[in-house]
C-alpha cells in the first residue's frame, strides 16, 4: 500500500489538474480522447505494479529515479502552465516573482552551502538517507512505470496543444463575461397571477424604481403570458467601464 501510494502522489495531482483542464472545454477529437485514456490506464497500471511488488523493503529510503525526476517536474510545469492558460487573470507580475524566487532557490540547492541549510530544516521533519543500492529489482514494474512517465508527457503535451489552439475566456469575472462576447442586457420579472401582460408598462415602471431608474431607459423585449414573464432590457445611456451593470443590479 505504501508504495502504492507513493507512486500515485508522484504524478497522480499533477496528471489530474492537466485531465481536468483539457477536459474542460469539450471539444477533444478521437485521438486525444485515446491519449488522455492510455495514459490514465498506464498510470493505474504502475500503481497496481508498485503495489503487487514494491520498490524497496519496509523501513528503507528510495530518492526517486532520474527519469521519474524529470517527469515530475515536467508535469509540475504542465499543469502551471495549463492553469495560467485556462484561467489568465491569474497572470500577473505576482506569479513571475513567486517564480523567478522558486527558480532562484531550485539553483541555489546546488550550492554546497546552501544543500547543508536545507539538510538541517529538513532533519526534523525527516531523515535525509538513500538506501538506492537496496532497491528492489523487477523488470515488469519498471516497464509499466516507464509507460506510465512517457505517456504522462505525450498527455501534458496534447493537453497544452489543445488549450493553446483553442480560445479561451479573457477574464474570470461574470459581471464583464456578457459584455464581451455579445450578450444584451435582458432582465426578466415574473408578475404575480393578479396582474396580466397587459399591465407591462407598469410592471416596467416597479422594475425602474426598484433601480433608481427612469422608466424610458428600460424597454420591453417580450411578455410570456404562459409563463406570467416579463422580457426587457437597459436602453439607457452606455454604462461606463466603472459602473456595475443594470443587469447585475436587477440580479443582485
Sequence with gaps: VEAAAAEAASLGPQFCIVLALADAPGHAYLWQNAVYGLSSIALLASIVACARSPPKAGGMA???????????????????VSI??????????????????????????????????????????????SDAHKR???????????????????????ALWDITMHPVPTTGYASSVGSQVGFPSFMMLRWQPAFSDSQSDL??????????????????????????????????????????????????
Design 62 to 80: 528510495l530518492p526517486p529515479e532520474l527519469h521519474e525526476t524529470f517527469v515530475c517536474l515536467s508535469l509540475d510545469a504542465a499543469a502551471a
Design 84 to 129: 495560467v492558460l485556462s484561467y489568465p487573470h491569474l497572470n500577473t507580475w505576482l506569479l513571475w516573482v513567486c517564480l523567478f524566487a522558486l527558480l532562484c532557490l531550485a539553483a541555489c540547492a546546488r550550492l554546497p552551502e546552501v544543500k547543508e541549510v536545507y539538510e538541517d530544516w529538513l532533519e526534523p521533519l525527516l531523515v535525509v538517507r
Design 136 to 158: 528492489l529489482p523487477d523488470p515488469q514494474r519498471q516497464l509499466l512505470r516507464r509507460n506510465a512517465w512517457a505517456l504522462g508527457l505525450v498527455c501534458a503535451l496534447t
Design 203 to 252: 410592471m416596467l415602471a416597479a422594475a425602474a424604481g426598484s433601480l433608481g431608474l427612469n422608466t424610458n431607459s428600460l424597454q420591453v423585449e417580450k411578455a410570456f403570458p404562459e409563463h406570467r414573464l416579463l422580457l426587457f432590457r437597459y436602453a439607457g445611456s452606455n454604462e461606463s467601464a466603472t459602473e456595475v451593470p443594470v443587469r447585475m443590479l436587477w440580479q443582485a
